[in-house]
């Protein structure tokens, strides 16, 4: 079972983003071209690092454009415990990405955009992603300063957003490094032109790759 959610339309985000009672923007840089940060942010993996979320579920064979709509999952096991249908409102890839909730399996959110910018660094290799979600409580907007109880809701969850956007950093290839056997060792070192790789793990501050050794040490590279 859905329930009807109440969709932004496209010109109405940026009263939203003022006037929606919860409103959180977080920005995070990562050492990955604009490109590689954008494929995850519009794909179908967004998220998918957390604790029982799947990802983002789009129709199959298509190129996400404005007015693509997508399923949202979370299970737990094969039990499903949170769904909602997203719709894209605008699509300026690589750059920009908006959408807009239409409906979801529990009754709690009335309105929920949120907008995804991937902006290019001085540095050709590091992007930054600037995210902004905002929603409107169903049972909470008609009751007088409820913007004025949840606003800090917001501010006290901000810094929880943060660490959970930094896990992008997983789904980031890493470029020009190449495992190769030096005297006789396999090594990591560096390659022009190699890759991609990804690593298992990431210091979820710095968002470097983190090698785990056989006396449970860890490491920043695996030589």
Not at 7 to 13: E, K, L, Y
Not at 24 to 44: I, K, N
Request: net charge negative; glycine share 6%.
């Amino acid at each position: 079972m859905r329930f009807d959610a109440v969709p932004i339309p496209v010109d109405g985000v940026e009263e939203f983003f003022a006037t929606a009672p919860f409103v959180t923007r977080v920005r995070r840089t990562f050492d990955a071209p604009p490109e590689d940060v954008w494929r995850v942010v519009s794909g179908d993996r967004m998220w998918s690092w957390l604790p029982s979320v799947w990802g983002c579920r789009y129709p199959q064979d298509i190129t996400p454009t404005a007015g693509t709509v997508r399923d949202f999952q979370m299970y737990i096991h094969s039990w499903m415990v949170f769904a909602q249908h997203e719709q894209i409102i605008h699509f300026d890839a690589p750059h920009v990405m908006r959408y807009t909730a239409l409906d979801a399996t529990l009754p709690v959110f009335g309105s929920w955009c949120e907008e995804y910018r991937v902006l290019p660094e001085s540095d050709p290799g590091k992007a930054t992603v600037d995210w902004t979600l905002a929603c409107a409580p169903r049972y909470l907007t008609n009751i007088p300063g409820s913007h004025i109880a949840i606003r800090p809701v917001a501010a006290i969850l901000k810094p929880i957003f943060w660490f959970g956007l930094g896990g992008l950093a997983r789904e980031l290839p890493v470029h020009g490094r190449a495992f190769v056997k030096v005297d006789g060792t396999r090594r990591l070192v560096d390659q022009p032109g190699a890759g991609p790789l990804w690593a298992r793990f990431y210091d979820p501050v710095t968002l470097k790759p983190v090698f785990g050794d056989r006396d449970k040490s860890l490491h920043d590279d695996v030589n």
